[in-house]
């Protein structure tokens, strides 16, 4: 693999290579750059592609559309529609799956995909991405939204794009995580990290603390000591970053190390998390294990979960392996009852006024 040289499509030819369906899921993974490289034009220009603001529409989770939601979401349909390589797509902004029309030839693919993630930060010119999933559909008859339903464990594929001062394409066929960088002269993706990974430790998390009183007790107890730096139980100092664009933490961490939580909270009882099981904690949470680090809800391995509807809301915790590690220790300790009762900081392990000090 030479660095700077080798495109998407020729890492591709050598990665799938023995692969079984290599040569139609390489075809798909290509049609979905092509799609990311339509997307960055559109982000690009911003305002001057009147592309900023509000649709003035909600979308299945009732959120607001921006317009660049609904404009990334037709450029991944159209762009992967048509090739005869999938039997059927579900996006966040579509409540059913969307259905290959009869006039082309379906697939052996599902393809699931969030087109803009962190949209809410576009008219505030901060990166934003594209996250995508690649399932199976050995089956002659269209998919259901069932067939959909699949555990992040057998993705095929997946990948982001993150269209950020330079748009990059970042993607796991489950051989490592690879990402490439686009260059706007030659339209092409070249290689430029292959093999990701993500260092064991880190001192950085991000995490919405705004949202703290709703915390379970695992988390709180994990931020406050990160919060207490040198002077509690970790005896080091930790950094913290908040972007409210998980694609952009996620790179952030592929590069650097850190730990991203959006964990489940009592904000709203009906939402047991934010982010969303297909296409979104799935993908993300295979490029991560890929890159060597580790993903959870807090309760189990998040490519263990099996999902129950199309757009599930899910805890996700990721990043550094040890840390993450950490995290559901807490979680693992508090339901067994024998974590310390959270304590404030003057009750770290260190300190004489230890709660068994006083029994
Ligand atoms: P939007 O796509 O609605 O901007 O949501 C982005 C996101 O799903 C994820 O990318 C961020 O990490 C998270 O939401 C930010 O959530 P908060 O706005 O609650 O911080």
């Not at 999933?133 to 594929?157: E, I, M, T, Y």
């Not at 796991?172 to 292959?194: A, C, Q, S, W």
């Not at 309760?299 to 040890?322: A, F, W």
């Amino acid at each position: 693999m030479h660095l700077g040289r080798t495109t998407l499509s020729k890492f591709l030819i050598q990665q799938l290579n023995g692969i079984e369906g290599a040569t139609d899921l390489g075809a798909l993974l290509v049609d979905v750059a092509a799609a990311v490289k339509a997307i960055s034009a559109m982000t690009a220009k911003g305002a001057l592609g009147g592309y900023l603001g509000e649709l003035g529409s909600k979308n299945i989770q009732g959120e607001t559309q921006q317009k660049l939601d609904v404009l990334a979401n037709d450029v991944m349909i159209r762009s992967c529609e048509w090739g005869g390589l999938v039997a059927g797509m579900a996006s966040e902004e579509l409540e059913e799956p969307y259905p290959v029309p009869v006039e082309y030839s379906r697939g052996r693919y599902l393809l699931v995909f969030d087109p803009l993630d962190g949209s809410s930060n576009t008219d505030v010119n901060v990166s934003v991405g594209t996250i995508f999933s690649v399932l199976r559909h050995d089956q002659s008859q269209p998919p259901a939204a069932n067939d959909f339903l699949q555990p992040g464990r057998v993705q095929v594929a997946a990948g982001y794009a993150i269209y950020g001062p330079a748009t990059m394409l970042v993607v796991t066929v489950g051989k490592g995580t690879h990402g490439f960088t686009l260059d706007r002269e030659i339209g092409n993706f070249i290689l430029t990290h292959p093999n990701l990974q993500i260092p064991i430790d880190t001192s950085e998390f991000a995490i919405n603390t705004s949202n703290a009183r709703f915390w379970e007790p695992p988390v709180h107890r994990y931020v406050t000591e990160c919060q207490a730096g040198k002077t509690g139980d970790r005896e080091r100092d930790f950094n913290m970053r908040w972007i409210a664009s998980m694609v952009a933490e996620v790179h952030r961490i592929l590069m650097r190390g850190g730990v991203f939580m959006y964990p489940r909270d009592t904000k709203d009882l009906g939402k047991p998390g934010r982010l969303r099981l297909l296409y979104e904690a799935n993908p993300i949470s295979f490029l991560i294990e890929q890159a060597g680090g580790r993903a959870t809800t807090g309760q189990q391995r998040l490519l263990d979960v099996i999902p129950e509807s199309l757009h599930q809301r899910v805890p996700l915790i990721l990043g550094s392996y040890n840390e993450v590690a950490r995290i559901e220790r807490y979680h693992a300790e508090h339901a067994n009852g024998v974590d310390r009762p959270y304590t404030s900081p003057l009750f770290n392990e260190r300190s004489m006024f230890r709660p068994e000090a006083r029994l």
